[in-house]
Every structure is written in structure tokens, then in C-alpha cells.
């Protein structure tokens, strides 16, 4: 009996087949384990430029720790399609990134007002300033008109008193100075 060579042993088209096979399962599966590694918020400290942003989440006197009690993840606010996480890894494992980072939501005062209202239902500005009292100015109610919430709100750093650039109120100076810093 003639014997086979490895190729005809091994190199055949089921074999082949079996092979590739194994190996889409395989990388289904990593896959599916990093996509579902991501929802978790300590999944994001593992890339060390967003490990700060993380421990600030985690606590911290900032807004994005007051979430964090609230039980507000990462991804809640950092909405991520997978081609996009994709595309995210990868320009972190090439360097392809600036820090600060940035990737918060485009439409910032709509995209917060879904969430804060008196009811949790989601507000319009009118019911964010009939909801903001002080005596003496109403910040939600500026001759500026609407702002963008991060004008003032920021997650990641101190919050900031626009305001304080012009004008001084006496409300400024109860406000948490670890969370808030006014034009001096």
C-alpha cells in the first residue's frame, strides 16, 4: 500500500475546512468576549489613557463620579457602534490619539436633558431653568441665551462658573470647590 504524503494527509479540502472553521469560531468568540468585556466600565482603564477618566468615574468629587453613584456607566454616555470600538482600539494600539480625549455626545444639552429632569422623563430648557433656583441670578436663564451644558457642566475636570467671568453672585461662593472653579 502506497503510503500518503502529508500534503494529501493533511492539506485536504475537508481538513481545510474544519481548520477555517475552527478558527471563525474562535475569533467569534474572542470577539464576542471583548464586546462584551467593553460594557463593563473597568474594561475601559485597561488602555492607561483612559484610566484616569476611569478612576475619576469611580471617585472623585466630579460630575462624572455623581454619575457613577447614580449607577451611570461609561457607555451610557460614550455610545460606541462595534466598528467604532473597533476603530478605537485600534488607533490606541498605534498611537492614533489625542489627550485630552475627546467623545462625548455631539448634541450635548439635548443628549443631557434626556435624562435630567424632575420626573427622570427627560426636560426642555424651560423646565431646567424653572428647576434652578437662586435668588439673585438664575445661571440657566443668561442674557447668552442656551448654552451647551459642558459650557459650564464638565464630567472629567472641574466644572466651570461662566458666569464668575463678569459677574459675581453670591451663590458662587457656596458652590464645592472641588467640583467648581470661577474666573478669579
Known sequence: MEEKSFRQRFLNKRTILVVLLAAVIIVTGAAAGLLKASENPSFCATCH???PYYLSWKDSPLLDH???EENITCQQCHERSIPE???EGLNFIIGNYKVPLEGGPEEMREFCLECH???GQGSSWEEIIAATDFEESNPHDSHHGEQECNVCH???EPSYVFCSQCHI???IDDLDKEVWITED
Open 66 to 68: 455623581k454619575h457613577a
Open 49 to 51: 489613557i483612559v484610566e
Open 117 to 119: 429632569s424632575e420626573d
Open 85 to 87: 470600538k473597533a476603530l
Open 154 to 156: 464638565n464630567m472629567h
Open 169 to 171: 453672585f453670591d451663590w
